[in-house]
C-alpha cells in the first residue's frame, strides 16, 4: 500500500523559509512524478510544482524562483524547499505521487496524481 507522509510545516513571518519533506513509501515502480499541491483556507486545490522521472521540474508562476521540489531517490523523499515566503502561500501543503506508465506528470492537474498525503499547515504571518 502506497504512503505518502509530509512533515516541516509550520509558522513562520513573512520572507522566511520553510523546507517540507515527504516520505514515499509502499510502492514499487520506477517511474516516479511527483509533487505538491495546497489548499488555502476557503479556496480550491492549487497546483505548486512536480518533478519528473528524469528530474525536470516545473512550478506555478506563483511560486517560481522561490520554491524549488527536490528528490532523494534513494530514501524515497521528496523535498519542497519555500523561500521568501509569503501570506499569500499559507495553505495545508499536500504531496502527490503518481506511478502510472504513460500518464502526465504536469503539476497543474489534481488528476496526473493518484496518491495523496495528508497534508502539512504552512502559516505565514505578515
Known amino acids: 500500500q502506497v504512503r505518502l507522509e509530509e512533515s516541516g510545516g509550520g509558522s513562520v513571518q513573512a520572507g522566511g523559509s520553510l523546507k517540507l519533506s515527504c516520505v514515499i513509501s509502499?510502492?514499487?515502480?520506477?517511474?516516479?512524478?511527483l509533487g505538491w499541491f495546497r489548499q488555502a483556507p476557503g479556496k480550491g486545490r492549487e497546483g505548486v510544482g512536480s518533478i519528473a522521472p528524469f528530474g525536470m521540474t516545473t512550478y506555478d508562476d506563483s511560486v517560481k524562483g522561490r520554491f524549488t521540489i527536490s528528490q532523494d531517490t534513494f530514501k524515497s523523499v521528496v523535498y519542497l524547499e519555500m523561500d521568501n515566503l509569503k501570506p499569500d502561500d499559507t495553505a495545508m501543503y499536500y504531496c502527490?505521487?503518481?506511478?502510472?506508465?504513460?500518464?502526465?506528470?504536469?503539476?497543474?492537474?489534481?488528476?496526473?496524481?493518484?496518491?495523496w498525503g495528508q497534508g502539512t499547515q504552512v502559516i505565514v504571518s505578515s
Open positions: 502527490v505521487a503518481d506511478f502510472r506508465a504513460g500518464h502526465s506528470c504536469f503539476y497543474y492537474y489534481a488528476r496526473n496524481f493518484e496518491y
Open positions: 509502499g510502492y514499487d515502480s520506477q517511474r516516479n512524478c
